[in-house]
Every structure is written in structure tokens, then in C-alpha cells.
């Protein structure tokens, strides 16, 4: 990989259209050695059929402690306890303790439990989609992408529901999702503010236990192999991040796909039948997860031919994957009738397979199906170029969205 595609790989041009990138890197080869804004090196895998080898692989581990690995970049500037609390949870465990917390974290999860949320879940789309105003310019990701999906996590987790709380989450996301690209004053400061948070609605909790996830996992203290206190706030951490913020990136790339698309816009209202199988297209073709967490070499192995050293960090392009060729005809096109759309990597694979998965999916489809049966038609408000997009190496997605709907 040369020194210019690794710039392209992380430049503003990547952010709002990576599909070019993607296309060079399946040509040049599967894995290609990279240098992140941080200065972290890594190998990174971009082929879908290698993409799901390395993401199954159990010689890829998570723990970087293992390693001696206690930072990367702009972690290193957190104080330990920050550091091993907020970003130890089961993205970065393997198994045995990754099956144990695993288990413990699913069980609200589980598929029945998620299809009796469908109905407060559509109502929510509905509602906020009729309170958006129409022929004026709205931003779609502050007023309805980011806020619908967080306040149907936070209640599934039992965050308190509170225009306060929400703001509060979404700076949260919008820094520590940044990355390299965030303040690290700021970025500190969110931390220690989400762990005093977490610690809070912990105690709360305790005190005052109800039906959500966090109770659940507070009242697993008292079982054996429970979670112990820094495993809940790191678990309710990544929760409350990766639970909205990639969902609210899907619907805005969505909702941006549709509206310079008015014939595929047509066909979705006409057909609402179609839209589970459009919402996995849209996963694999907007990918607003691009790049898998670490993973590192336990020890000397092989991967899509090259010799990957023990401790060498690999990373899982799954946007670049969803883009392959060989998986996916003519990739770059969307084709909410592709058969092999639900192939996507972009809740990942293995026993690492993202635990929201099923209810990410509920809500992109009800806030599809609500937005198009409220506005048939909408368009963007501003030129493409004009577009700020997220910045950062894990996360894609736009920072800001207006677009203008006319009503029925």
C-alpha cells in the first residue's frame, strides 16, 4: 500500500465517499500494512472472504494487555482507571471471560425479548417523524437520526430519559468516537464525565432496581461468575455509544441515499414490503461501521497469505469487505433487491457479532417506513461538498444532514 493510498485511506475525500479507496485497495491485494492517524501501525484486511476468516479466527485476540498494550493514541493520555474501566468491556475480551460476560449482557437482547419492543419502536418513529417541520431545511441528524435510536437505548439500558441525559450521550459519542481527530482536553473530560455518570446510575440502580439492563446486570453481582462493578460501567459504556451512534449514522446515509434517489424513494413508500432487505443493503452499502475493533496475533499465523508476527495488530475493514467484488456484484450500485445484501459485515461476525444486530435493524426499518409514509418526496439542502462528515478512523458518518421534506 503506497504512502499516498494510506493518505487517501483517512483523508476528508474518504469520509464522504470511501468507495473509490475501497476499489484500489481490492485491487492492490487483501491485507495491506497501514499507519493510523495515531501513529499506531497495523495490517488491515479488506477482501470479504478473508474479512470473515480473520474475524473468526481465534488466534486473533482482543485483549491488547496480553501484548503489554495498555494504549493506543489518544487513550494513553487517559489516567489508568479511566483507561481499563470505560474501554475494558467485551470488545476488548476473549473468551473464557468474554463467554461469561457475554452470556451475562445478552439475555435483554435475546430475539423475543427485542420483537416485544417492536411496537413502542414503530409508535416513536411515527411520532417524531410527524413533529419534523416540512419545506423548510432540517437537519435530520439532530432532530431525528441521532435522537430516535438513543432514547430507544437508553431505555432499554434504564438511562434516565431526559433531554439532559440525551445531549449529554451524544457529546459523549461525538468525542470519544473521534478519536484522533478529538481535542484530548475534551476527550479526557467526556471520559471521566461518563465514567462519574455510569457510576451514578450504578448506585441508582442499586437503590432502585427496575426492568432494563443495567438492574440486570447490577442484580448479576449476586450470582456467581456475576459482573463485577468495573465490567458493568464498561459494558453500559459501549452500550450507550456503539447502540446509537452507528444506527444513527445508517439512517442518515439512509435518508441522504434516498433523497438523491427519488426513484428508489418511490419504490420503497410503494412497496414497504421491500424495506427489511433494503435496510441490510444500506447496512452494506453505507458501512457506517468501517473498520472492525483490534485484534492482535497471539501468535506467529498467516492471513490472506502474509505472515502476521505475534502481537502484530490486524484490523477488519468490513466497509471495505461489503464493497468486494467477488461477494457482491457491481458493488458500488445499491440494490435494495440484492439477494446477497444480508451477507454485509457491518455487525461483524463470530462470537463477537454485535449484540444489537436484531434491534438496529427494527429501528431503520420503522423510521424508513415512517418517513416515507409522511414524506414521500425530500431532497438535500445543501451540495454534497458541503457536507461535514465524523473524523475518525472507526465511525462514518455525517456530522450534520439538512434536508428539506414536503409533506402528503
Request: include cysteine; proline fraction near 7%.
Amino acid at each position: 500500500m503506497t504512502a499516498a493510498q494510506v493518505s487517501a485511506l483517512f483523508s476528508r475525500e474518504w469520509e464522504s465517499d470511501p468507495r473509490p479507496t475501497y476499489r484500489q485497495l481490492h485491487a492492490d491485494g487483501s491485507i495491506h500494512r497501514i499507519t493510523l492517524p495515531s501513529g499506531s501501525q497495523a495490517w488491515l484486511v479488506t477482501r470479504y472472504e478473508d474479512a470473515v476468516a480473520a474475524l473468526a479466527n481465534p488466534s486473533l485476540i482482543k485483549d491488547p494487555l496480553r501484548f503489554g498494550k495498555r494504549s493506543r493514541g489518544i487513550l494513553s493520555r487517559l489516567p489508568d482507571r479511566l483507561r481499563t474501566v470505560l474501554f475494558r468491556n467485551i470488545l476488548e475480551m476473549d473468551p473464557p471471560e468474554h463467554t461469561r460476560v457475554r452470556r451475562l449482557v445478552a439475555r435483554p437482547f435475546s430475539a423475543a425479548r427485542i420483537g416485544r419492543r417492536l411496537a413502542d419502536v414503530e409508535s416513536r418513529a411515527v411520532a417524531m417523524v410527524d413533529a419534523l417541520p416540512s419545506r423548510e431545511p432540517v437537519d435530520i441528524v439532530s432532530a431525528f437520526c441521532s435522537p430516535y435510536p438513543l432514547r430507544i437505548v437508553c431505555d432499554l439500558l434504564g438511562v434516565p430519559d431526559s433531554e439532559e441525559s440525551r445531549l449529554r450521550v451524544q457529546r459523549w459519542a461525538r468525542v470519544l468516537n473521534a478519536g484522533h481527530a478529538a481535542d484530548v482536553d475534551a476527550y479526557v473530560q467526556c471520559a471521566q464525565e461518563a465514567m462519574d455518570h455510569l457510576e451514578d446510575l450504578v448506585a441508582l440502580k442499586r437503590r432502585e432496581p427496575g426492568d432494563d439492563l443495567a438492574s440486570a446486570m447490577v442484580a448479576s453481582q449476586d450470582e456467581e461468575d456475576g459482573l463485577s462493578l468495573e465490567e458493568i460501567i464498561g459494558t453500559l459504556f459501549m452500550l450507550i455509544l456503539a447502540g446509537h451512534e452507528s444506527t444513527a449514522h445508517l439512517l442518515s446515509m439512509s435518508l441522504l441515499e434516498l433523497a438523491r434517489n427519488p426513484e428508489l424513494r418511490r419504490d420503497l413508500a410503494d412497496h414497504p414490503e421491500l424495506l427489511p432487505n433494503a435496510a441490510e443493503e444500506l447496512l452494506r452499502y453505507t458501512s457506517p461501521v468501517k473498520l472492525a475493533p483490534w485484534r492482535y496475533a497471539a501468535h506467529d499465523l498467516e492471513l490472506a497469505g502474509t505472515d502476521i508476527r505475534e502481537g502484530e495488530g490486524v484490523m477488519v475493514g468490513v466497509a471495505a469487505a461489503n464493497m468486494d467484488p467477488d461477494t457482491f456484484p457491481d458493488p458500488g450500485r445499491l440494490d435494495v433487491l440484492r439477494a446477497e445484501a444480508a451477507r454485509h459485515l457491518s455487525f461483524g461476525r463470530g462470537i463477537h457479532f454485535c449484540l444489537g444486530a436484531q434491534l438496529a435493524k427494527m429501528e431503520t426499518v420503522a423510521a424508513l417506513r415512517a418517513v416515507l409514509a409522511r414524506f414521500p418526496d425530500f431532497s438535500p439542502a445543501v451540495p454534497a461538498d458541503s457536507i461535514e462528515w465524523q473524523r475518525g478512523a472507526m465511525i462514518r458518518g455525517p456530522l450534520a444532514l439538512p434536508l428539506i421534506f414536503e409533506g402528503r
